[in-house]
Each structure stands twice: as structure tokens, then as C-alpha cells.
T-cell receptor, first 115, second 115 residues
């Protein structure tokens, strides 16, 4: 069964500092990987996705993520955090083949940004 | 831009009531999903549908049912609401790529309180 682990429940960073949010997945074949962001009171918005090809993917709002098959990881990074990045971030995994659409989410990491 | 609209932002119901949560998407997506979001548990899939009148159980279907009579509309039904169904409910839709999971587009959520 597919699963996602986000080991950090809560992270606090200073504005302007770099950020890395961790994500480890378990999936038996080639997965599709996603990062979503949820601002307070809102639904989830897609930040970026990895299907194949270059293992470093760029997303919106200056975020990037790196797929490392050997470590079963898909960590999210941003070189300089802005106060507006305070939100909850979810990593998700889905099947890479077969058209089957079930996506499994991690439990989320809440990001706090301090001035 | 894809829009997923959930009919209610906040809902308060009494134990034992039958509750309907409605979701409409405007991008002709084949797939629609209902997730439940609880603190520390992330998003858990209740039901999904990959075609009109088709439905599949997700990870936590007990106490819920769904209806998809039209492609754009997916309803979640709580046959007899209970206090442990107090939660945030998120609807999502996606297209079928034929090659695996595709990004989900979310509504803003319905916060249901059962008293």
C-alpha cells in the first residue's frame, strides 16, 4: 500500500531564511509525487508535481523539490522564505501507471514564519 | 482556471440528521473525490468517482455514501450524522491522463459540526 510520511509536524523559520520540508514515501513502483499548500481557511493548492524526467522540479511561489529514488524522498525547498509562505504543506503520492487516481496524503507540516 | 465549488462553508447539524454536502466542478473532469481533514491525520479519502454513477470506497467510507448523477456534481451523504463526523470536508476533482495520478483541484472545504 502507498503511504507518505512527513516527519515534521511544525516548523518555524525566520523570514528570509531557507526552508526544507521533508517527505518520505512508500510505493511499489514509479510514483507520481505532489506538494500542496493550504492557507488558513482554504482548500489545497498544487505547488509542484513530479512525474518523470529531471529529478529537480520547479513549482509556483519559488518552491522546488528534489526526487531521490534511493532515499524514497521528495523534499520541498525554498531558498528564502516570505511571511506569506506561512501555511500547511502536504506531500502526496499517487500511482504512476494505470490511470488509477487514488492519491495518498501525508499528515502535513505547519510552517510558521517569524519576522 | 478550474473551479471546484462546495455549497456550504460552514454547517452545523444535530446528531442523527441526514446531511448532504454538495460539490460542483466546472472543468469537465472525470474524477471527483471527497476527503476528510482532521488535525494530525492529514487528508483521508472517503469516496471517489471516476465516472457518472460510478463510485469507489476510499480509506474511511463507513458512515458515508455518495451520489454522482451528473459529471460535474458529486454529493457526500451522511445518512445519520454523529459527533465523530465533525470535521473539515474537502472535495476535489482531476482529469484522467491515462498514465497515472493527475493533480487534484480542491474546493475551499466545508467545516461540519455535529452537535
Amino acid at each position: 500500500a502507498q503511504s507518505v510520511t512527513q516527519p515534521d509536524i511544525h516548523i518555524t523559520v525566520s523570514e528570509g531564511a531557507s526552508l526544507e520540508l521533508r517527505c518520505n514515501y512508500s510505493y511499489g513502483a514509479t510514483p507520481y509525487l505532489f506538494w500542496y499548500v493550504q492557507s488558513p481557511g482554504q482548500g489545497l493548492q498544487l505547488l509542484l508535481k513530479y512525474f518523470s524526467g529531471d529529478t529537480l522540479v520547479q513549482g509556483i511561489k519559488g518552491f522546488e523539490a528534489e526526487f531521490k529514488r534511493s532515499q524514497s524522498s521528495f523534499n520541498l525547498r525554498k531558498p528564502s522564505v516570505h511571511w506569506s509562505d506561512a501555511a500547511e504543506y502536504f506531500c502526496a503520492v499517487g500511482p504512476g501507471t494505470g490511470g488509477y487516481q487514488k492519491v495518498t496524503f501525508g499528515t502535513g507540516t505547519k510552517l510558521q514564519v517569524i519576522p | 482556471d478550474v473551479k471546484v465549488t462546495q455549497s456550504s462553508r460552514y454547517l452545523v447539524k444535530r446528531t442523527g440528521e441526514k446531511v448532504f454536502l454538495e460539490c460542483v466542478q466546472d472543468m469537465d473532469h472525470e474524477n471527483m473525490f471527497w476527503y476528510r481533514q482532521d488535525p494530525g491525520l492529514g487528508l483521508r479519502l472517503i469516496y471517489f468517482s471516476y465516472d457518472v454513477k460510478m463510485k469507489e470506497k476510499g480509506d474511511i467510507p463507513e458512515g458515508y455514501s455518495v451520489s454522482r448523477e451528473k459529471k460535474e456534481r458529486f454529493s457526500l451523504i451522511l445518512e445519520s450524522a454523529s459527533t465523530n463526523q465533525t470535521s473539515m470536508y474537502l472535495c476535489a476533482s482531476s482529469s484522467t491522463t491515462g498514465t497515472g495520478a493527475s493533480p487534484l483541484h480542491f474546493g475551499n472545504g466545508t467545516r461540519l459540526t455535529v452537535t
